[in-house]
């Protein structure tokens, strides 16, 4: 009260007007720290959204990731069933392939009705017989129902024929022997000597000058056994051809 009655007009007026003044530049401060609070956090807001971001693109690369591993595995599995399959049929065909040989001894060819061949042919016959989707196959058969060696499967039958004359053509071929380490590679047309995947049974197979497989032989307990395996193909190369409808 003693302020106000000492206190003119002017005086009065001038102390509102510097006390508004302050309240402004007060309130004007506490906006510019409201704003600089509102920018950090819309900054902060922004950090947050790209992260999300980001977050999301991982998310989806992951899932890219998982989708064609699951894909990647699923064909790795239909390899293996399809390997298995495969190995199976090969084994199956096999066994078929000696069975074959054992049962057609009644077919072989007698001594009177026997032809003129090179020496040793009449020990042996090649019996081509139905295989696969209507094609043909032959084998190798000697006198004692042994099978000696199997062809792959023809679309035709010249194409077997083509085939057992490739076997006489080539059969001179020169061994390879796989097993033994080092060896040297030799040219077509060749014997192949190697183990099977087991790695306790000795094979062969003949190719050709084209390096097309073209005769694949049975499982042998020793290395002896197959090459003398070999040798029995040289020797009945141009044995008689029978046909076969089993």
């Known amino acids: 009260m003693a302020r106000a009655a000492t206190e003119t007009k002017v005086q009065s007026a001038n102390r509102v007007k510097a006390e508004s003044k302050q309240i402004i530049s007060e309130a004007k401060t506490a906006i510019a720290g409201y704003n600089k609070k509102i920018s950090e956090q819309k900054a902060s807001i922004k950090a947050l959204k790209n992260s999300i ?60 009705d026997s032809e003129s061949h090179p020496a040793g042919t009449a020990n042996a016959v090649f019996i081509i017989k139905p295989a696969g989707n209507n094609g043909r196959m032959f084998n190798l058969v000697a006198a004692d129902g042994q099978n000696l060696a199997t062809s792959q499967i023809y679309t035709t039958a010249d194409a077997c024929y083509s085939g057992i004359k490739s076997v006489s053509v080539n059969s001179g071929a020169q061994t390879e022997d796989q097993t033994v380490k080092g060896f040297t590679s030799l040219p077509y047309p060749k014997y192949e000597v190697y183990l099977d995947k087991s790695g306790e049974a000795y094979r062969f197979r003949l190719r050709a000058k084209n390096g ?19 040798e029995r193909i040289r020797e009945n190369a141009y044995a008689k051809i029978i046909e076969s409808d089993k």
């Open 53 to 112: 971001k980001s977050q999301k693109a991982v998310i989806k690369q992951a899932k890219a990731d998982l989708k064609r591993a699951k894909t990647e595995a699923k064909c790795e599995i239909a390899a293996e069933k399809a390997a298995r399959k495969a190995e199976a049929a090969a084994k199956k065909a096999e066994k078929a392939a000696n069975v074959a040989g054992k049962t057609q001894k009644d077919i072989l060819p007698s001594d009177d």
């Open 212 to 230: 097309m497989n073209i005769l694949a032989s049975p499982a042998y307990k020793t290395k002896k056994d197959c090459l003398a395996g070999i």
